[in-house]
């Protein structure tokens, strides 16, 4: 069962489905799983999770960040601290759900969306678990891995400079492509939903380079995180998921997956599909 719904963040409002078990009775714990970079909730890695957590009892409530898909918000604008904003607004709405222990709302994301669910959580503590895959810990050293030959890295940063100067001089931002800002190979661009947004303010680029969840990630416990990769990750490198593993405290869990990608939870991949319902019945279970 589904059901189209919206909130109000920073007086815009956001667009989302909540996905219910077959029962709908009240007092259920819920997950809400974030979109990546640029995305919506329809892209796959977002329906297909929300799906499986219905499924095993949960509440779902997967949502349009504000200036995607079909929430309000300029197009295209996306920032970090907003998104974390947008989240804990979200976290509000359905605290205030009576099919909804406000007690025990976990966050899913992948990649960007693993990025804000595990800042939120390291700032807010009403957020009970955190599912982070593919996610990332430190902008600037995400954005290295994603350009990584001198020549390109070069090209990235010069590309922040222009954007400064650009606003300076006209007062208006520097639109630059998606893959610009965080190179996906061919063979994964299906991943992304047909209306995920191209062009961006140079402003999102540096909104990334400057995000830091690595910073916060230790103020999680002890709450439960997942940290879920694929080895090796066309898109993120998996050093992040790493580097957020060593700095996060008990409990906390670390999956690398061979023969899956960087969108794994749309692929309904056996292996990692039963890793997360297990890890959820230890430590998150959908039990009232």
Known sequence: MEEKVSFESAGLKLSGVIHFPKDRAAGRPAIIVMHGFGANKQAG?????????ADWGYVALRFDMRGCGESEGEPGRVLCLDQVEDTRNALSYLANRPEVNADRIALSGTSFGGAVAVYTAGVDERAAAVISAGGWG??????????PT?????????????????????GKPLMVHRFDI????????????????????????????????????????PRPILFLHAAPDSVTPTEESLEMFRRAKPPAELHLFNGV????????????????RSWLAVNFPSAR
Request: zero cysteines; charged letters at 25%; aromatic letters at 8%.
């Open 45 to 53: 890695n977002v329906v297909t999770p929300a799906s499986m957590y």
């Open 138 to 147: 430190h902008g600037e050293r995400k954005l290295h891995g994603q350009h």
């Open 150 to 170: 001198p020549e390109g890295w070069a090209r990235f940063t010069r590309m922040l400079d222009e954007g400064r100067e650009h606003r300076r001089r006209t």
């Open 182 to 221: 965080v190179p996906i190979p061919p063979h994964l661009r299906g991943g992304l939903p047909a209306n995920a947004v191209m062009e961006f303010p140079v402003e999102t680029a540096q909104s990334i380079f400057d995000f830091r969840p690595d910073d916060v990630v230790a103020k999680i416990a």
């Open 261 to 276: 990608e960087h969108f794994m939870l749309a692929e309904r991949n056996p292996r990692v599909t039963e890793t997360l």
